[in-house]
């Protein structure tokens, strides 16, 4: 989720950079390169003209056979613009935040750029637990993919991208109408996300709801009036509206909090006036598995939310885990359970939203059984630039993506070995610590103190280290290094890190150096802005690090912020008249 911006009144700033934008050098070079591989006769040669089975590629193949079925090589983009066909093919998978902040930043006419998404549109993730109430319309949280497009001369292709073929380096493509292609590319940019975990708990797939697309939210919200006015038939009983009035959320995240929040909101500020008899049998439960809810902010803010709750009468179920999830039935089994206590509950519901975490997409998990170097099967494994490993000429970013932390011990070690020397100075000790930073911006916030450090773990009182004090330091600051959340905020960064690295190799036109250049360039460097929750009641938390608050007035913060984030004037201009329409009118309780 993308929770971030303001402090209290401490503003944090935000980070713009202004990128250049560089003419393109060096033209003529690059097209009589790249002709030979841009020419056909048509967009589309079809497989019975030559048909390829070999373990490499010429460029003149126009169908590959691929378990059986010969499938066409597409080699030429319908619709771009005649001078983009000669330049570097860049395909862009996704349309989410880090696709469309590479959209957004990406020179245009530098590529002949192809982004291929299931979805013609990005969606505004962070405010889908208020698109499942009405308090905001789906299509204010919407902007078409082909619109964003624009800015950087961008084709627009609605599949799905089903694999990846790193060694001919060709992307298969699986439309919704049952068709397939291949697609050649010279830059791979992977930015498809993840999907919903179910950590193999049977029958949450069939019996839950996700909260992570559109459809998810327009589904819950259908599903909320249904309960209502089935409970409201003059025949049903009081047990049945019980039943179908307890809601469950299956997670103590920022997803499941927030729409905890929302359903709240929603029945004692709209349903209530409509279906007051039934208000009383409404209730919702929040399972969560560790010991707080919003266990990834500061205590403080954790024991805020959970006090807010508690006193709206939400029903926090904290350390308990859930086995199984049947029809309209979750079961949980308690941790930490006193003597003689049944340790296994089983809650009615009518609803149940699943938001306990994310897992890899099956197109992620195709790339990652090609790469011998990929041993993480939750996410592709990235360099500090954002280059996968084990590939050439391809990036992941945002859900899809992990960027591997570096083995600060293996390094010193080998630092050790070329100087030839048993123990260090502090003059010393600091250069290789500032040359790790450099290398490895997440460790930077671990490494600040350095002359405490040098002393805290220099035993001997000898002002050196010696191997054994060395390793036992980076050790400890290994045991601390963490992968990145997996927020918008994340991914957002990442995309327009990648878009100006783009740029800037787009400037030279001898393509056989982009390498050398690249690996010169400055490592991805995370700046954190903070997160923020709702937490309902017209309150929202903010978290930044050892420092957070909550209130009537963060909320101010938290809806200002995400305005800020629209990617069009017409998203931020629909999202504030929704807040308005709230305020005025209330939400529209009409089942549709």
Request: aromatic residues 10%.
């Amino acid at each position: 989720m993308f929770r971030s911006l303001f402090a209290k009144v401490k503003i944090v700033p935000r980070r713009l950079v202004n990128f250049p934008r560089i003419a393109v050098a060096g033209v003529s070079f690059t097209c009589a390169f790249l002709a030979y591989r841009s020419y056909t006769p048509s967009n589309l040669i079809l497989a019975e003209d030559k048909t390829f089975n070999g373990p490499t590629l010429t460029g003149e193949e126009s169908s590959l056979k691929i378990d059986g079925v010969d499938v066409p090589i597409v080699r030429n983009f319908p619709g771009q613009d005649p001078g983009d066909s000669t330049r570097p093919r860049l395909i862009i998978l996704g349309t989410g935040w880090g696709a469309t902040s590479i959209l957004k930043e990406l020179n245009p006419g530098q590529y002949s750029t192809v982004v291929i998404s299931k979805t013609n549109y990005f969606l505004f993730t962070p405010l889908l637990p208020e698109a499942t109430t009405g308090t905001v319309e789906s299509r204010s949280l919407q902007e078409s993919a082909r619109k964003i497009c624009l800015k950087s001369r961008a084709t627009f292709w609605e599949g799905e991208a089903y694999d990846v073929l790193p060694d001919l380096k060709l992307v298969h493509v699986k439309t919704n109408d049952g068709s397939q292609f291949l697609v050649p590319y010279d830059k791979l940019v992977i930015s498809i996300g993840a999907q919903n975990a179910t950590f193999g708990v049977p029958g949450v797939k069939e019996n839950t709801n996700f909260l992570k697309t559109i459809n998810d939210a327009r589904q819950i919200r259908y599903q909320l009036m249904n309960l209502f006015e089935r409970a409201a038939l003059p025949l049903t009983t009081e047990e049945e509206k019980t039943k179908l009035l307890s809601f469950v959320v299956a997670g103590g995240g920022p997803t499941g909090v927030e729409f905890a929040a929302a359903l709240h909101d929603f029945i004692h500020e709209d349903v209530s006036k409509h279906f007051h008899h039934l208000v009383p049998y409404a209730k919702v439960h929040i399972i969560q598995s560790s010991e707080h809810i919003l266990n990834a902010f500061a205590e403080t803010i954790s024991q805020f939310a959970e006090h807010k709750f508690r006193r709206g009468g939400i029903d926090l179920i904290t350390q308990a885990r859930v086995t199984k999830v049947e029809p309209n039935k979750i079961i949980f089994k308690k941790k930490n359970v006193k003597p003689g206590e049944n340790d296994t509950v089983e809650l009615d519901f009518g609803l149940c939203v699943w938001s306990t975490g994310i897992e890899a997409r099956d197109t992620t998990k195709r790339i990652i059984a090609r790469l011998s170097q990929q041993q993480n099967t939750k996410a592709l494994i990235t360099d500090a630039r954002l280059k996968v490993k084990g590939a050439e000429d391809i990036y992941a970013l945002g859900d899809a993506a992990t960027i591997e932390n570096p083995k600060l011990v293996n390094l010193v070690i080998e630092r050790f070995k070329k100087a030839g020397v048993k123990e260090i100075l502090y003059e010393d000790f600091e250069k290789i610590c500032r040359e790790i930073m450099e290398k490895h911006p997440q460790t930077r916030v671990h490494l600040k103190k350095l002359e405490k450090m040098f002393e805290d773990y220099d035993e001997d009182g000898s002002s050196t280290l010696d191997m054994v004090e060395l390793e036992k330091l980076f050790k400890n600051i290994n045991s601390k290094l963490t992968s990145l959340p997996a927020t918008a905020q994340v991914a957002s960064q990442q995309g327009k890190y990648l878009a100006n690295k783009l740029n800037k190799l787009s400037d030279v036109a001898n393509t056989f150096s982009w390498k050398s250049i690249e690996d010169s360039m400055p490592p991805f460097d995370y700046f954190h802005l903070g997160s923020f929750s709702y937490i309902g009641g017209e309150n929202a938390v903010y978290d930044f690090g050892n420092y957070g608050q909550g209130g009537w007035w963060v909320t101010l913060l938290w809806r200002g912020a995400y305005l800020s984030e629209q990617v069009s004037l017409r998203t931020r201009t629909l999202l504030a008249m929704d807040w308005m329409k709230k305020k005025l009118f209330g939400r529209d309780i009409s089942r549709s």
